[in-house]
């Protein structure tokens, strides 16, 4: 910072990297008029907090959207100064910010009385978030993936959502979100033996387009890979815009040691395989692989989004959050200039395969709706007129 002019895509970057503090002042209303956080999936703070509601993600004045990650230790803080909300940067002024209102469907219930806000989520100001089973079978053997939180954060937020829903109370709520004010989805959940995960999966995208009387559901559905190919044709059959199977780790010596469950339950070779054959049956740029970077050299995933572009896969990547629970909980992230500059990289190789439209069919989600990742940002950048 130091006084230097900066772009809101390298203020998210650093807030992203660094974490924000909060002044209770400045959370006033939230959980009643704006919108809370809920941990539908992870616990992306870098560190445990037990006392009040805090904010899932705040905007700022561009428009672009911020994941809210909580850090005693940041050098950022957000305060209250009469009707306005500050962010700081060690006591100096940088911008002002806006809490996100709380959808309205949230204080709705499904038809069994379950509070629709413990179903599913609202990520950024669009997008509904469903993960039908926060647990992941690979915590049962300790193979677990290191940067990993499902289980421990399951554990530690209990009451926050309902961990296994029922198909139901997904599609009630869906209908609910999408009439209030989400445009498109994400489904994922932990891996399940015997192919359970992706039945699971279909079974939730089934009631979702039954609930919201669609032939189709607008958005994306995170599983592991298929180990066979009819798993891979039943999800493009399904219905969902969009598959993703997230490899995390491109380099295989870490991807070993970084992934066990999935090295060794499912391996990268077949990994990469699936991803492949889902990009040939589902279509170019409508299958992702997503990472979480920071964990390997930037030329090692920068070496695997070049090869999956080439084959048509969209390469994503996430940026980590060293999240209570993990194996990682405490360690510190690469810094914000060097996620900028892998953005730039990876979006370059978007654009050079024709997988990074902007303003027609960007291949994964918007930049309202993908807080805690920076390559819609830049689409947005390089193409808002």
Same mark, same amino acid.
């Not at 958005?219 to 969009?242: F, K, Q, R, W, Y």
């Given at each position: 910072?130091?006084?230097?002019?900066?772009?809101?895509?390298?203020?998210?970057?650093?807030?992203?990297?660094?974490?924000?503090?909060?002044?209770?002042?400045?959370?006033?209303?939230?959980?009643?008029?704006?919108?809370?956080?809920?941990?539908?999936?992870?616990?992306?703070?870098?560190?445990?907090?037990?006392?009040?509601?805090?904010?899932?993600?705040?905007?700022?004045?561009?428009?672009?959207?911020?994941?809210?990650?909580?850090?005693?230790?940041?050098?950022?803080?957000?305060?209250?100064?009469?009707?306005?909300?500050?962010?700081?940067?060690?006591?100096?002024?940088?911008?002002?910010?806006?809490?996100?209102?709380?959808?309205?469907?949230?204080?709705?219930?499904?038809?069994?009385?379950?509070?629709? /806000?413990?179903?599913?989520?609202?990520?950024?100001?669009?997008?509904? /978030?469903?993960?039908?089973?926060?647990?992941?079978?690979?915590?049962?053997?300790?193979?677990?993936?290191?940067?990993?939180?499902?289980?421990?954060?399951?554990?530690?937020?209990?009451?926050?959502?309902? /961990?296994?829903?029922?198909?139901?109370?997904?599609?009630?709520?869906?209908?609910?979100?999408?009439?209030?004010?989400?445009?498109?989805?994400?489904?994922?959940?932990?891996?399940?033996?015997?192919?359970?995960?992706?039945?699971?999966?279909?079974?939730?995208?089934?009631?979702?387009?039954?609930?919201?009387?669609?032939?189709?559901?607008?958005?994306?559905?995170?599983?592991?890979?298929?180990?066979?190919?009819?798993?891979?044709?039943?999800?493009?059959?399904?219905?969902?815009?969009?598959?993703?199977?997230?490899?995390?780790?491109?380099?295989?010596?870490?991807?070993?040691?970084?992934?066990?469950?999935?090295?060794?339950?499912?391996?990268?070779?077949?990994?990469?395989?699936?991803?492949?054959?889902?990009?040939?049956?589902?279509?170019?740029?409508?299958?992702?692989?997503?990472?979480?970077?920071?964990?390997?050299?930037?030329?090692?995933?920068?070496?695997?989004?070049?090869?999956?572009?080439?084959?048509?896969?969209?390469?994503?990547?996430?940026?980590?959050?060293?999240?209570?629970?993990?194996?990682?909980?405490?360690?510190?992230?690469?810094?914000?200039?060097?996620?900028?500059?892998?953005?730039?990289?990876?979006?370059?190789?978007?654009?050079?395969?024709?997988?990074? /439209?902007?303003?027609?069919?960007?291949?994964?989600?918007?930049?309202?709706?993908?807080?805690?990742?920076?390559?819609?940002?830049?689409?947005?950048?390089?193409?808002?007129?």
């Amino acid at each position: 910072m130091n006084g230097k002019e900066i772009d809101a895509i390298e203020l998210k970057a650093e807030l992203l990297v660094n974490g924000v503090t909060l002044e209770d002042p400045a959370i006033k209303g939230v959980g009643k008029k704006y919108k809370e956080q809920i941990h539908w999936l992870f616990e992306w703070d870098f560190e445990r907090h037990d006392t009040g509601k805090i904010p899932d993600d705040f905007e700022l004045p561009d428009g672009t959207i911020v994941q809210l990650r909580k850090h005693s230790k940041s050098p950022f803080d957000i305060k209250a100064n009469k009707d306005a909300l500050e962010l700081l940067h060690e006591g100096k002024f940088v911008t002002e910010v806006k809490w996100l209102p709380r959808p309205e469907y949230y204080s709705d219930k499904t038809d069994d009385g379950t509070s629709m /806000s413990k179903v599913a989520q609202i990520r950024g100001t669009d997008c509904l /978030s469903i993960c039908y089973m926060n647990y992941c079978g690979y915590f049962k053997t300790g193979d677990q993936c290191r940067f990993c939180n499902i289980v421990p954060t399951k554990m530690e937020k209990k009451g926050d959502v309902v /961990s296994h829903k029922y198909v139901e109370q997904i599609g009630q709520t869906a209908s609910a979100a999408f009439k209030d004010v989400a445009k498109h989805a994400v489904l994922t959940g932990g891996w399940l033996p015997d192919g359970k995960e992706i039945i699971q999966c279909i079974e939730t995208i089934n009631a979702i387009k039954k609930y919201t009387g669609g032939n189709n559901v607008p958005g994306c559905a995170i599983t592991s890979a298929p180990v066979n190919e009819s798993e891979i044709h039943d999800l493009h059959d399904s219905g969902i815009a969009l598959l993703a199977f997230d490899l995390e780790i491109w380099d295989p010596k870490l991807f070993k040691e970084i992934c066990p469950g999935k090295s060794k339950v499912i391996g990268r070779e077949k990994w990469l395989a699936a991803l492949v054959q889902a990009a040939e049956i589902h279509g170019q740029g409508k299958v992702a692989a997503g990472f979480v970077t920071g964990l390997e050299p930037k030329e090692s995933f920068l070496e695997g989004a070049q090869y999956l572009a080439g084959k048509g896969v969209v390469p994503i990547n996430f940026v980590w959050s060293p999240g209570p629970g993990s194996a990682y909980e405490g360690q510190k992230p690469p810094s914000a200039q060097w996620y900028l500059d892998l953005t730039t990289k990876l979006v370059d190789i978007w654009e050079d395969y024709g997988l990074g /439209s902007y303003n027609a069919s960007a291949p994964v989600w918007c930049y309202k709706c993908t807080n805690n990742t920076l390559y819609n940002d830049e689409l947005r950048r390089r193409h808002s007129e």
